[in-house]
């Protein structure tokens, strides 16, 4: 299975940015990770039946998946310059409820793509 996400750019911050992770092959769970320059990788959002999110992003990010087209969104409103990072969109089967936030639960990682939220 291969991921390939988009999208990342630069934007003031209180701007939106869209994400895309289009995937080879249909997955359960998908879901979206970041990382900060100089910090640990950090879930932001999954979409497994329903829509899960870290309590950082929740009210401000929109986590959708088009199943027709294999394609997960992260819609991103209200940017922070703190939300700037590398963002990695993650895809696996099985993934239970209790580690949908555990990067090591999913099997499959597309490449990234670097959101800069300016101040």
């Known amino acids: 299975v291969q991921l390939q996400a988009s999208g990342g750019g630069l934007v003031r911050a209180g701007g939106s940015l869209r994400l895309s992770c289009v995937a080879t092959?249909?997955?359960?769970?998908t879901a979206w990770f970041r990382q900060a320059p100089g910090k640990e990788r950090e879930f932001v959002a999954a979409?497994?039946?329903?829509?899960y999110y870290a309590d950082s992003v929740r009210g401000r990010f929109t986590i959708s998946r088009d199943n027709a087209k294999n394609t997960v969104y992260l819609q991103m409103n209200s940017l922070l310059p703190e939300d700037t990072a590398v963002y990695y969109c993650?895809?696996?089967?099985?993934?239970?409820?209790?580690?949908?936030?555990?990067?090591?639960?999913?099997?499959?990682w597309g490449q990234g793509t670097l959101v800069t939220v300016s101040s």
């Open positions: 092959e249909r997955m359960t769970t």
């Open positions: 979409f497994r039946w329903r829509e």
């Open positions: 993650a895809a696996g089967n099985g993934v239970i409820m209790s580690t949908m936030s555990t990067g090591s639960a999913y099997g499959y």
